[in-house]
């Protein structure tokens, strides 16, 4: 096997063992920034849903609430208005969604879903985790979902989700006495869940992964063909010509000049001892013909 062959076999091995070790830190780094990119997108989703309930609260709900008496306006309930702007929110994100889920809910709408549940008492068992993300597969493809438990942690929330004879009878005229009833202080029986896409970081994470597999291929192979030109020029071609020249001397050939190489490397080195071998066996023939 040439020099040359080793040369870049040792190396391409060393590049490809380097690749694959560094390819798993580098997906899970990847993986973990994409992740914190979702949480804040998760982030701003919430703050913007806590916003609209405290409006609804503190600046609607006064304004209608004598009319409430009369008719029970939904519009006056944080709940309510959280849900309604973050349909009209679907309409530019279809794939993201918001639900403030109840195991025993006043809207029969917010009912939570058998995975919706698990993840409530989950969080209702454990009431240090102030949150619970998930990655869960979907129809529509992954989707990365945070459920925050809700607290009861206001008296006032018991007027209307106590007893039905508590309630105000316009709401229970609209929502009846049996659904949204019976909670309790302190109770988590209820959680906000956000579910966000996860398809567009999957498919950053893979784009940055061949990125980065392109982009140090790329050096090695450029590296790869400068060694390979640097190693031809100093060291396989001169050390080929002083073979020729070898060969063709020891078959009695003694025609060729003197081996030219400039330089103050190791070739150089030894084709200054070559020549001067040359040199000296040249002078040996010549002195053993004179005799
Ligand atoms: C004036 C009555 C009233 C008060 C006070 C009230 N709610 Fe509600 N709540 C409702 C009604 C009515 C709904 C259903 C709204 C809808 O149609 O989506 C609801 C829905 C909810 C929901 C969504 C799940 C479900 O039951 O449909 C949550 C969560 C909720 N309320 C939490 C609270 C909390 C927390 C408080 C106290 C800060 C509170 N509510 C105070 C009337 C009330």
């Given at each position: 096997?040439?020099?040359?062959?080793?040369?870049?076999?040792?190396?391409?091995?060393?590049?490809?063992?380097?690749?694959t070790?560094?390819?798993?830190?580098?997906?899970?780094?990847?993986?973990?920034?994409?992740?914190?990119?979702?949480?804040?997108?998760?982030d701003?989703?919430?703050?913007?849903?806590?916003?609209?309930?405290?409006?609804?609260?503190?600046?609607?709900?006064p304004?209608?609430?004598?009319?409430?008496?009369?008719?029970?306006?939904?519009?006056?309930?944080?709940?309510?208005?959280?849900?309604?702007?973050?349909?009209?929110?679907?309409?530019?994100?279809?794939?993201?969604?918001?639900?403030?889920?109840?195991?025993?809910?006043?809207?029969?709408?917010?009912?939570?879903?058998?995975?919706?549940?698990?993840?409530?008492?989950?969080?209702?068992?454990n009431?240090?985790?102030?949150?619970?993300?998930?990655?869960?597969?979907t129809?529509?493809?992954?989707?990365?979902?945070?459920?925050?438990?809700?607290?009861?942690?206001?008296?006032?929330?018991?007027t209307?989700?106590?007893?039905?004879?508590?309630a105000?009878?316009?709401?229970?005229?609209?929502?009846?006495?049996?659904?949204?009833?019976?909670?309790?202080l302190?109770?988590t029986?209820?959680?906000?869940?956000?579910?966000?896409?996860m398809?567009?970081?999957?498919?950053?994470?893979?784009?940055?992964?061949?990125?980065?597999?392109?982009?140090?291929?790329?050096?090695?192979?450029?590296?790869?063909?400068?060694?390979?030109?640097?190693?031809?020029?100093y060291?396989?071609?001169?050390?080929?010509?002083?073979?020729k020249?070898?060969?063709?001397?020891?078959?009695?050939?003694?025609?060729?000049?003197?081996?030219?190489?400039?330089?103050?490397?190791?070739?150089?080195?030894?084709?200054?001892?070559?020549?001067?071998?040359?040199?000296?066996?040249?002078?040996?023939?010549?002195?053993?013909?004179?005799?």
């Amino acid at each position: 096997m040439g020099l040359g062959l080793r040369f870049n076999i040792v190396l391409l091995s060393c590049y490809l063992v380097g690749l694959t070790l560094s390819l798993w830190p580098f997906y899970q780094l990847s993986r973990r920034e994409a992740m914190e990119q979702l949480q804040a997108q998760i982030d701003v989703l919430r703050a913007e849903a806590l916003s609209v309930r405290k409006y609804t609260t503190d600046e609607i709900r006064p304004l209608l609430d004598d009319q409430s008496g009369i008719q029970f306006l939904p519009q006056t309930i944080p709940s309510f208005s959280a849900h309604t702007v973050f349909r009209n929110f679907r309409k530019y994100y279809p794939q993201y969604s918001y639900k403030e889920a109840a195991l025993n809910p006043t809207n029969p709408a917010n009912r939570a879903k058998d995975w919706e549940q698990e993840l409530i008492e989950k969080l209702s068992a454990n009431r240090d985790i102030d949150k619970d993300i998930t990655v869960r597969t979907t129809e529509e493809g992954q989707q990365y979902t945070v459920t925050y438990p809700m607290v009861i942690k206001d008296e006032s929330c018991l007027t209307c989700h106590s007893t039905a004879d508590k309630a105000p009878p316009s709401m229970v005229a609209l929502y009846g006495n049996k659904n949204g009833f019976g909670w309790k202080l302190n109770d988590t029986l209820i959680a906000q869940i956000i579910s966000i896409p996860m398809s567009a970081t999957e498919t950053k994470v893979w784009r940055n992964l061949m990125l980065f597999i392109g982009i140090s291929s790329g050096i090695f192979l450029a590296l790869l063909v400068l060694l390979n030109i640097l190693l031809n020029r100093y060291v396989i071609s001169p050390v080929n010509r002083m073979a020729k020249i070898a060969e063709a001397y020891s078959m009695g050939d003694t025609s060729n000049p003197e081996f030219q190489y400039e330089g103050t490397d190791e070739v150089a080195s030894l084709a200054r001892s070559f020549n001067r071998m040359r040199r000296s066996l040249d002078y040996a023939m010549k002195e053993l013909e004179k005799t």
